[in-house]
Nanobody, 125 residues
Framework: QVQLGESGGGLVQAGGSLRLSCAAS????????MGWFRQAPGKEREFVAV????????YYANSVKGRFTISRDNAKNTMYLQMNSLKPEDTAVYYC??????????????????WGQGTQVTVSS
């Protein structure tokens, strides 16, 4: 089992920045690909970004590419999502998830067996 906990959400104006953190405990953090997903009110949960266990390979949703940066610190068992140039449409509950490295299934929700409880990000216009 891997236990995940997000932090860093909040209210920010459009154009602002936030950094989300995801702290992991349990099984070896460095073995897992770590992803961020988000769910806006009335919408389905969607993929945001993923970083492989090596900390080097990353993938992003087109909607956040160039604005968000995912990273991880395996020594601290923590993953981060730096969000810049935030837009009102980024408003959502953000979830971190742990799974396996995959260049094919990285955006598929069911591919990740472990999830955090989520943190709210609200971007005002």
């Amino acid at each position: 089992q891997v236990q995940l906990g997000e932090s860093g959400g909040g209210l920010v104006q459009a154009g602002g920045s936030l950094r989300l953190s995801c702290a992991a405990s349990g099984r070896t953090f460095s073995n897992y690909a770590m992803g961020w997903f988000r769910q806006a009110p009335g919408k389905e949960r969607e993929f945001v970004a993923v970083v492989w266990s090596n900390g080097i390979t990353t993938y992003y949703a087109n909607s956040v590419k160039g604005r968000f940066t995912i990273s991880r610190d395996n020594a601290k068992n923590t993953m981060y999502l730096q969000m810049n140039s935030l837009k009102p449409e980024d408003t959502a509950v953000y979830y971190c998830a742990a799974g396996s490295n995959s260049a094919i299934y990285y955006s598929i929700i069911s591919y990740y067996p472990y999830w955090g409880q989520g943190t709210q990000v609200t971007v005002s216009s």
